[in-house]
């Protein structure tokens, strides 16, 4: 310890830039807390882009963190904590406001279970990272990722304002998509990932341009952008958990030493 009484870990600078992360990871936070006021005014569009704008911060700020070493056990804290708000709680607000008119107790039951499996989705992923060393990066995701569930939580919004509400869902069928989507998140089906895809160079500028087409078609065809892309996914989310289903029935059934079928009935 020094003269000043200063721990000289306490001392330590580090260099503004490195803080550029948690500052990130911070505006995600106030862009999903944005949304849920804007929800409420009834701006419900630019509540789903702030929703959405913290979901792509929240896909970069983890590589700037590792480009920039400023990677913590702080600030990987900070981004589970953004997370919960970002992509359980907004998003759960923004159905719950639009959606559960009359509808408001059961509704809420569902809002709460949907929230609760996030927070749980996120508890998850910080203990399996946390634990033990640090493993290679996996082709596939384990369940329907945060930023992905409140993506396809807020489908029956985008279908109804996409067709002027011709596509306008019941309250109890919102209530037990939203169920769904919940399970799905902290479900253990492989789902679709691409942090670790790879392109070759010559196909750079196609993945540029079809970059700014999707960034185009959502500030002109919001709505139906949206839809677009969550049943994209959501099929790839039935892919993949019809191949799970397949893979559990062609699985061999386990015996014991005499071998007696355990798992039979």
């Known amino acids: ?17 490195q803080l550029l992360p948690s500052l990130a990871t911070i505006g995600a936070l106030c ?56 992509f359980g709680v907004a998003p759960a607000a923004l159905i719950f406001i639009w959606a559960f008119g009359e509808f408001q107790s059961e509704g809420w039951i569902a809002v709460l279970i949907y929230v609760c499996c996030c927070a749980v989705r996120l508890a998850r992923f910080n203990v399996e990272v946390g634990a033990g060393p640090k493993a290679p990066p996996q082709p596939h995701f384990v369940g329907v990722p945060a930023p992905a569930g409140a993506l396809l939580a807020m489908l029956p919004m985008y279908l109804a304002f996409a067709t002027d509400d011709a596509l306008l869902l019941p309250a109890p069928l919102i209530a037990g998509y939203l169920v769904v989507i919940a399970l799905l998140m902290i479900s253990r089906i492989p789902t679709l990932s691409l942090k670790n895809a790879r392109i070759y160079r010559a196909n750079v500028k196609f993945v540029l341009v079809g970059a700014v087409f999707l960034g185009a078609a959502l500030l002109t065809y919001a709505w139906t952008t949206l839809v677009a892309i969550s049943l994209g996914y959501g099929a790839s989310v039935l892919w993949a958990v019809v191949r799970e289903i397949r893979r559990g029935r062609n699985r061999p059934a386990r015996t014991d030493k005499g071998g007696k079928e355990l798992d039979g009935h």
């Open 1 to 17: 310890m020094s003269a000043s009484g200063h721990h000289p870990r306490q001392m330590r600078q580090i260099a503004l830039v």
């Open 31 to 86: 862009a999903g807390l944005t949304a849920v006021r804007m929800g409420m005014s009834g701006n419900y569009l630019l509540a789903v882009q702030l929703v959405l704008a913290a979901a792509v911060i929240d896909a970069v700020d983890g590589a700037l963190a590792r480009l920039l070493k400023a990677d913590s056990p702080m600030g990987a804290q900070l981004d589970s904590l953004a997370d919960i708000v970002n």
